[in-house]
Nanobody, 117 residues
């Protein structure tokens, strides 16, 4: 069974940086062609932050463009989200998601990111 385990969240001051990691099962990036980071703030809908396809195509929410970078390390079976110039409005639980056609998506358990002003 595919498992996604996020880590790297925490408390940081505005303007600071954090790097989130999503550790996955071996070979997951070939089996699931779309890997994404989502976030959900209290009382809000879960929203897409960034996505990365197997062929390297990236997509970012307008609110994080130029500040966040999604990447992966195939050898370590890990997806990353580098978050720079953090703002209080980036405070949320961040989730890793794996998708492939005609199958149910897989989600991690989430990691809390809190940005203080």
């Amino acid at each position: 069974q595919v498992q996604l385990v996020e880590s790297g969240g925490g408390l940081v001051q505005a303007g600071g940086s954090l790097r989130l990691s999503c550790t996955t099962s071996p070979n997951i990036f070939n089996v699931y062609p779309m890997m994404s980071w989502y976030r959900q703030a209290g009382g809000e809908r879960r929203e897409l932050v960034a996505s990365l396809t197997t062929n390297g195509r990236t997509n970012y929410a307008d609110t994080v463009k130029g500040r966040f970078t999604i990447s992966r390390d195939n050898a370590k079976n890990t997806l990353f989200l580098q978050m720079d110039s953090l703002k209080p409005e980036d405070t949320a639980v961040y989730y890793c998601k794996a998708e492939r056609p005609f199958d149910r998506a897989v989600w991690g358990q989430g990691t809390q990111v809190t940005v203080s002003s």
